[in-house]
Each structure stands twice: as C-alpha cells, then as structure tokens.
C-alpha cells in the first residue's frame, strides 16, 4: 500500500490538464467553483476503476480506432476550454473585497461537469488506472475483485486530497493576482495555452 501510495502521489504531482483546470477555476472563480471540478474529477476517475475493471483498455487494446475517437474527442474539448480561456473579455477583474467574481455562465453543476468531461475524455487516465491497479493485486491475497475495489476507492481519494490542494492554491493565487491587471492576463493566457498545449499532444499521441 505505501508503494501504491508513493505511485499515486508522484502521478498526481505531475502538471497536466486536470492540475491546470483547478488552478485556472480557483484562480478565476474561486474556491467553491474549484473544488466543484475537483468534485467532478474524482468521479471521472471512479468511473475510469469501472471501466477498467470491465475491460474497456483491452477494448482500446483491440479496436485502436476506439481509442482514438476517446482521444480526439477529448482533445477537441480540452482545445475548447483553453480557446475560451484566451478569448478578450472572457475573463472579468477580481474584487478583493467581495472575492472572484463569478461568469454567470459558470455554475457549481457546470464545473462539475467541466471537471468530469476533462478526465474521463482522457484515454490515458484509463489505461492509466488499468495499467497501474493489476500491479498491487496480489491473487493470493483474497478476492481479486475486492482488492480492485479497494485500490480504486483508494486512487480517487487520494486524487480528491491533492485536487483539493490545487483548487485552494488557485483560490489563494486569484486573491495575489487581484492586485495586478497584468498578472491576471498573463494568468489567463498562460493557462489557456497550456490547455492548448494539452489538447495538441493529447491530439497527435500514439496508443502505447
């Protein structure tokens, strides 16, 4: 379990598009907001454990051209949010004394839905849960089903801890850029092309 932990953090301490979605939410809308997409993230990836235990990766395995609709279509979605991002005007100032200022556009349910839609639109979350659990399942040990179960409950409470962190950590970096108009546009476009950044590699990756 400790080595399972160890993996599990060094995974979720990498930048990638679910890290960059918590910081720019926190950042821009707020704590609640963030930790709403954190929400979402964490039942992206119980829904991954699902799949991976009823062996959609083999299907990926298999059928590559599954793989690839999952991958473009995620790619076009990640590629989406990072375009509006960087849109003019799309991002309204910050009032420290009232806190973010909420985009009428963005509810609690549709960062929710954000959060959800950017992780489980991710192949390679999928063959990522696939890959890693069956490495700490000891058939010896017990029900195998059971140690699956107990593994995945695991991932995404951990996942949950740290993407907790991120959307503190953006909450607290939207209250610093307040103080700076230029810091906020460099914020802005700054997380939108990292997300563009996300969608192009996600875009043009091969299946391993």
């Keep these: 379990m400790l080595m399972f932990l160890i ?32 929400l979402g ?8 454990v699902l799949l991976a235990a009823v062996g959609l990766a ?26 509006r991002m960087l849109k003019p005007g799309m991002l309204t100032t910050l009032q420290l004394s009232t806190g973010p200022t909420l985009e009428p556009a963005l509810t609690w349910t549709s960062a929710l839905r954000r959060g959800v839609l950017t992780n489980l639109l991710n192949p390679k979350a999928l063959l990522f849960c696939s890959v890693l659990l069956p490495q700490f399942i000891n058939s010896q040990a017990g029900a195998v089903g059971a140690q699956f179960l107990g593994l995945g409950v695991v991932l995404v ?21 307040n103080s700076s108009p230029r810091a906020q546009r460099v914020q802005q476009w700054l997380f939108g092309s990292l997300l563009i950044g ?7 990756v091969q299946q391993a």
């Design 7 to 38: 993996a599990l953090a060094v995974i979720y301490l990498l930048p990638g598009p679910d890290m960059i979605l918590l910081l720019q939410t926190g950042a821009r809308h707020g704590r609640a907001l963030a930790l709403s997409t954190a």
């Design 41 to 48: 993230l964490g039942i992206a990836r119980a829904c991954h």
């Design 58 to 83: 083999t299907l990926f395995k298999t059928a590559p051209w599954t793989f690839d609709g999952v991958r473009l279509l995620g790619a076009a979605y990640l590629l989406w949010l990072g375009v």
């Design 157 to 177: 409470a951990v996942g949950l801890m740290f993407d907790s962190l991120y959307a503190v950590t953006g909450a607290w970096l939207g209250q610093w850029l």
């Design 198 to 204: 996300f969608a192009l590699r996600l875009a043009f």
